[in-house]
């Protein structure tokens, strides 16, 4: 306005609202979201300020304290803004960041701003008619904050003298001096992978590209995400894609293959909200159960290679796929194609592609074979079969993985998995508490937790076993909960009669809930026989739980030196292992470590190290 004459509205919908004459302004400030403007402002050419998020709460929580309530508190506003619950806050920062970069036709940076003012809006030039800058009319911070500035001083919303309070410094940074370190930690937790995104830095390597102005077309079979089962491989799928919409690479075309249909990512992730619904039984599962209970096991396996999964969902649930047509896969051709699970390589064996990459979560079907069904393990290595046959450059998810692998003399490139902070959180929500504890009947004293499928792999048995033998006050002061479904080759436990009252099976829990079962858990146990990753692992480290994992695969990997750690095979040790968790004198600072060591383990990361796989050069 001081230097360029030019005028300009604000549209928002706090209490005063948009300014009367926003429509024939050519200029337009907003902070609300896309998604909640008019489509006639989205049509226009759209300049994003990108500020530090730290400094955008610290921000925020002042403005509420100086200008709508004097009686709050500055660290109340700080963490009300930095968590931005149910989409306050215009969404919080990295919601934010990440709804308005994709529609922005010119992004610029606030420290960039406020260090050279006219050279950043000259770039608005190749979106707009431009005067020639009055540079000597270029205002000093300190005059507009002690004047009456045409923006800034509220004397258009009937609230003068406001421009002392707008203009607090006038300078970046102010978090540091501001922020107190915890809040630091737990804006870096929620945020970090965005910041991280937009080129701020945490003390630590970032990941990069090898191949930034790639622009190749990528396909990615996603029959797992058509099924309603949340298990180890969906999460990964679902991780990875999600990453893939939230942090896009440049021009580069990234499609979904499910069940013969390609789909957007967008629309892939639609797809795969639906069929995560809460589902605790359904038509099928049931008659699956039965025909395993009376049927031979060969013959079983021959329906089951059949009617597949992918088939199974699109029979009971054709609405979810009714709106795509299917498509002729012999007429694509993908630059790459990642195939998240050897088993579905029948779905990509029509398209045609130059660079195919497999993603190997374990060999559990070799080393422990016994605890999967026959067919799983048929499929399994046929998979794996047809991707080397097929030249496949293979990922494995942890170095444990990579290990195994390269035992049996294959190479593999090792990309972590990843956990999604925005997620799994320490929840500070009491009602939504007290609601997960009331709905899977939670005891009122401190547990330790472990969510898993019940089958073998997993261990519980051993596990209950080392609980039993824990003294009685031990047991007393903390249960044992074990969330999740029955799996292959699960039998209910006689649980010895001290025990019964002490352990608790929840059942399914919804994938929403998860995060404050977590929460409300003193301690999380994990002691599989194998593991290729162990996604709960990380995902209960951050939500600010201690861990005690199996001292074997990637485990140790996972939670380094901030968990406690037992042999899965020897009752005595993993017992000895939830004592020391229990008796742990250093217990907050485990938990705060143990969140910090989550932050290693980024889906952005995970995808952006996929992409160099998949696009080497």
Known sequence: FEVYGISSATF??????????????????????????????????IIYLIRDGRDAVVSLAHHRKDIIDASSEFETNLKEAIYAAEESHFGGWSNHVEAWLPHAHLVIY???????????????????????????RLPSFESLKKGQPEYGSGKYINTPNLA??????????????????????????????????CGYALNQTSVALKNPEHKGKLLIEGNKLNDLKMDGIKRYLMGLILAAKRFPIGEQTVDVLISGRIYSISEAIELASTSALPVSKNVFQEVKSLLKKTLPERTYNTLARAFPMAKRNAFLFPFRLKHKEKTTLRSLNYDAVLLPLPQHYQ???????????????????????????????????????????????????SKATQSALAQQ???????????????????????????????????NTSFILSVSTLEPRKNIPRLIEAYSRLPVDLRHKYHLVLAGTKGWKWKELELTVQCKQHIHFTGYVREDHLPALYTLAYGFAYVSLEEGFGLPVLEAMACGTPVLVSDNSSLPE???????????LEVDSICDGLRAMMTDNTYEIRIEKGMKRSWQFTWRRAWIETVNVLFPS
């Open 12 to 45: 928002h919908f706090e209490a005063h609202g948009a300014d009367p004459d926003w429509q024939r302004c050519s200029v337009v400030k907003t902070h609300e979201l896309p998604d909640d403007l008019p489509k006639s402002l989205l049509s226009r050419k």
């Open 110 to 136: 606030f420290d960039d701003l406020i260090n050279h003012p006219i050279e950043c809006c000259e770039k608005l030039r190749s979106l707009m008619d431009l005067p020639k800058p009055d540079v000597v």
């Open 164 to 197: 002392e309070k707008w203009f607090r410094k006038g300078a970046s940074g102010a978090w540091k001096d501001e922020m107190p370190p915890k809040f630091q930690d737990l804006f870096w937790h929620l945020h970090g992978e965005t910041m991280e995104h």
């Open 347 to 397: 779905s990509i064996k029509q398209v045609s592609f130059n660079r195919l990459v497999a993603v190997i979560h374990d060999l559990t079907h070799r080393t422990h074979a016994d605890s999967h069904e026959s067919n799983n393990v048929r499929l399994a290595e046929s998979g794996l079969h047809w991707a080397l046959a097929h030249k496949a450059d293979l990922i494995s998810v």
């Open 409 to 443: 003399n294959i190479a593999s490139s090792k990309v972590y998995e990843g956990v999604d902070r925005r997620r799994f959180h320490p929840i500070p929500n009491a009602h939504l508490l007290d609601l997960v504890r009331a709905r899977y009947a939670l005891p």
């Open 558 to 568: 996972l939670a380094g030196d901030v968990g406690f750690f037992c042999n899965p």
